[in-house]
């Protein structure tokens, strides 16, 4: 089974968008690999790839052709040296059971270290984007306010915590008051508001942000960023993660124009995608790994069932459904050599 | 005479928004000294100052008080042993014929280096706006694009002078075909288009940065940054100086929101003041001041004549009416030391 692209969405996307379809099992040529996929991850990047805009990731992707995702998976058959049947890898399988792709494009997972899981959320893109994001272009400093937009999602949940691991006074903005209330208890935030239960936001972010925003994390984009643009301390890095606001709207909303915010307060804005830092991935990992183990970096995971799942558990994660990491379970981790 | 602020100005600026009104000449007391203006610099920032708004360089003032400055006078009496009459100095002297300043926060100017009224240009702290912010702030590289908005004014005509110093490909907007063909024939722009004349800006700017931009000098704000914001480069720079186009709006305009453009592209914003450079200043100075000598940096001034005509003038120059640096002549040079 394989997911494609069978319509561009307008606004959210819809189960109608998505086709599922059949294929053949591939063959691995020379340095080929064949893997089963086990989880694919749902990541909300991809919702611009599909749009046709250009995504920080990979380039749009065109009608009928392969959703784009990073998975984890056993190897079946392997046309490369470095690999054999049974090891378990991570790379950018796709929406699909079985993935050919060159064994140079793979990353072998040891899955005595960590879930193997963890190797899509803390341990993959989603930690060293909250790291890389958070210490680096946000360049932050033990004792600083630190503010996050989608703090309940894959990346912002491991953002808040590395904050907090660093000494910050984190604040979370999130959809619902049962994920405000997740981040406070369960990992930590030392405050929370939610961004869709009514009431005023800018009244919600000064009363969480009593000593101003010194980084903001932005997840989201729109109304909360425009809020926080308002409460930016001296000097104060917005690291512009993800929009993802804006990617389901079927027209761009206006917002109000804030830039000479930024002059007086000598204030930055700076996009960045992750994969700028891959020389230093290795460097990330073991610090994230080494929290984890730890236990001062918490994981949390929703998985659908099925990869027939996907579309249905990709649409709900954009409207702010899952907890965490969202990933979809699409086959059993590898037991026996007799595939 | 001195002009104080008679109520905050709503929208552009009315000249009943200025009180003129008589002092007695001030007496300066110890480490102080008395001068006399003979030019005044009229600046964009003094409008958010106007408005109670933050400026990034002074406090808001309140109604009743003197308009902040900087001014070039001449010491008419000393209680300052490092100044004596007749000095030339360069100071935040205000709207007003003579001040009483510590001698501390005066800056001696020598006349035969350089006309003195460039200390409030080329010399002050818009060429030193220009200088820093294009390089240092926009980390301006050889061969790149450089978008400047407010091109004809006093900071942009330097800003663009210098990133053809710098061999860049220096593309203005202005507000008339005057100042756009000013650009081009006199200051050597590459290209400068229109933003108040018709057209499509979209279309404008693409035809004037084939190869998009790699730094956007942001003076003004407004339509020209929206547009600006979709033709960045990977790692485009934006340096927020002044966004004059939004501060004299009755009510906030709202504007698209492109935040999601930094993220594939990488793109930084920054805001700045030109005070964080201070320790800089001489070095700027010396380089700026060489330039000038070389002839490779043209200044360009206007002079009102009188203190009184200054309202005047400095709406006429929000408005974008002038051309360069906007001055207003309060009085004559010293000649005798009979005064």
């Not at 963890?118 to 909250?130: I, S």
């Not at 993660?241 to 206006?254: F, H, W």
């Not at 994969?275 to 236990?295: I, T, V």
Request: proline share 6%.
């Amino acid at each position: 089974m394989r997911i494609t692209l069978a319509a561009r969405p307008v606004g959210f996307p819809k189960v109608s968008d998505f086709e599922l379809g059949y294929a053949q099992r591939p063959t691995p040529k020379a340095r080929q690999v064949l893997v089963r996929l086990i989880y694919l991850s749902l990541d909300p990047w991809l919702r611009s790839s599909m749009g046709g805009q250009e995504s920080p990731h990979l380039p749009p992707i065109q009608l009928g052709e392969l959703l784009p995702a990073h998975a984890v998976g056993h190897v079946v058959k392997s046309e490369d040296p470095d690999f054999r049947e049974g090891d378990v890898v991570e790379g950018l399988l796709g929406w699909q059971e079985y993935a050919v792709v060159a064994g140079a494009e793979l990353r072998k997972l040891d899955p005595n270290l960590a879930p193997i899981s963890t190797a899509l959320g803390v341990l993959g893109m989603p930690g060293l984007t909250a790291y890389f994001g958070l210490l680096d272009v946000g360049d932050l400093q033990p004792g600083e306010t630190v503010l996050i937009s989608g703090a309940a999602g894959g990346v912002g949940m491991l953002a808040g915590q590395i904050a907090k691991i660093r000494n910050c006074r984190v604040v979370g903005a999130a959809t619902t008051e049962a994920r405000t209330s997740w981040l406070c208890d369960e990992l930590g935030f030392d405050a929370a508001f939610t961004t869709n239960n009514g009431g005023v936001l800018r009244d919600k972010l000064e009363a969480s942000c009593p000593d101003g925003v010194d980084v903001y994390f932005d997840n989201v984009g729109g109304e909360v960023t425009d809020e926080a643009m308002c409460l930016l301390n001296e000097k104060a890095r917005i690291v512009v993660c993800g929009q993802d606001s804006q990617d389901n709207l079927e027209k761009p909303e206006p917002g109000p124009r804030w830039l000479h915010r930024l002059i007086a307060k000598q204030a930055r804005i700076q996009g960045f995608v992750v994969s700028s830092y891959s020389r230093l991935f290795s460097e990330g990992r073991a610090q994230l790994a080494r929290w984890l183990h730890e236990g001062r970096l918490k994981n949390h995971e929703e998985v659908a069932q099925g990869l027939a799942t996907a579309p249905q558990a990709f649409i709900g994660m954009l409207q702010g459904k899952n907890l965490g990491k969202q990933l979809v379970q699409v086959g059993e981790r590898y037991r026996s050599p007799s595939l």
